[in-house]
């Protein structure tokens, strides 16, 4: 049986109607089985993205904070080197 046969459902063959009432039924069934607590919200996504964003912003802290750290060891020994070869 081909997809493009007499059988063939898309959405563009359906109407808006039924397209809309079909993601009703998911979207409540799936607020009965995984729990109004639990439903992702867009108010969630967000905190979740801010939370997110706002580790990466301390790794790079962090990372930039050790980075300035082994340049600073590094002159240090650098100039160490210097004095004593004189």
């Known amino acids: 049986m081909s997809a493009n046969g007499p ?9 808006r109607t ?5 993601v009703g ?6 607020r009965a089985v995984v729990g109004d607590s639990r439903m992702r919200t867009a108010r ?8 997110a964003d706002r580790a990466r ?3 790079r802290r962090e990372l930039d904070r050790r980075v300035a750290e ?3 060891a590094r ?3 650098g100039d160490d080197a210097r004095t ?3």
Do not use: F, M, Y
């Open 70 to 72: 082994l340049a600073a």
């Open 57 to 59: 912003a301390a790794q």
């Open 7 to 15: 059988n063939h459902i898309g959405l563009t063959t359906i109407s």
């Open 75 to 77: 002159v240090g020994v």
């Open 25 to 30: 039924v998911v979207h409540t069934l799936e």
């Open 18 to 22: 039924v397209a809309s009432l079909a």
């Open 44 to 51: 969630g996504n967000a905190w979740e993205a801010v939370c």
């Open 84 to 86: 004593t070869v004189s």
